[in-house]
């Protein structure tokens, strides 16, 4: 998993802590979704998305893959956030 945050590139442990340590927003919109199945079993997402949380704002661009153990059990194998360039 890579976040927006050190130490940026996370191990399976590390991405599920970062995961669980994560506060919780407000709101979330989500925009600009898509979705591929390159094979079957692979699903692969990708979205922007605008979260809040009073006065705080989070904007990032996102992908995820999902690999399907089972009929309805699906496992995230890879995920990326990407924040938005900013002006220098």
């Known amino acids: 998993m890579a976040l927006p945050t050190k130490p940026f590139v996370f191990t399976g442990q590390q991405a599920i802590e970062a995961v669980s340590n994560t506060p919780r927003w407000s709101e ?3 925009s600009d979704q898509q979705i591929a199945r390159p094979q079957e079993g692979l699903i692969v997402i990708a979205y922007a998305a605008e979260a809040h949380r009073g006065d705080e704002v989070y904007q990032t661009y996102c992908t995820s893959t999902y690999r399907r153990l089972s009929h309805e059990e699906w496992r995230v194998v890879q995920h ?3 924040l938005p360039p900013t002006a220098e």
Do not use: E
């Open 80 to 82: 990326t956030q990407v």
């Open 28 to 30: 979330v919109r989500f």
